[in-house]
């Protein structure tokens, strides 16, 4: 028997989940040269790609940091702090994107909505983090 959706938790790996979406989802468009001429690929795509490739590491590492000490804490919020950060620099090129090339709203408004998922997420792990290694607080 299935948990209803309003009665469920989120899930510590969702997180994992939607930044892997939110990677496929942006390479998917830039790749559609509809949306992203070719000319543009090198000033503006590739960097758009990049930062999300980024997003996605710096999650992943922080989630292979087990914490067992002072450094391991700072090391994994290092990483996440830098996630977050891509999320604010992803959110200006899609910006910068839809003003310059026209792309549907509504394909601007499900993308700028997967990001914004993943930088809450993103807040509510750190956040979860800090209570969970409050001992390694300074």
């Not at 590492?61 to 992803?90: C, H, I, M, P, W």
Request: net charge positive; proline share 1%.
């Amino acid at each position: 028997m299935s948990v209803p959706f309003s009665k469920r938790g989120q899930n510590d790996l969702e997180v994992l989940t939607k930044v892997d979406a939110l990677a496929q989802y942006t390479i998917k468009i830039c790749s559609n040269e509809k949306h992203f001429p070719k000319r543009y690929r090198w000033c503006i795509t590739s960097k758009i790609v990049e930062n999300v490739v980024d997003l996605m590491n710096y999650t992943n590492e922080a989630n292979t940091v087990f914490v067992s000490q002072q450094t391991d804490y700072d090391l994994r919020r290092r990483y996440q702090r830098a996630a977050l950060s891509k999320t604010g620099s992803l959110l200006g090129m899609i910006k910068v994107a839809y003003k310059t090339f026209g792309i549907e709203s509504k394909r601007i408004e499900y993308w700028t909505h997967l990001v914004i998922d993943v930088r809450r997420l993103l807040r509510a792990w750190i956040s979860s983090d800090e209570e969970r290694y409050k001992k390694y607080l300074k």
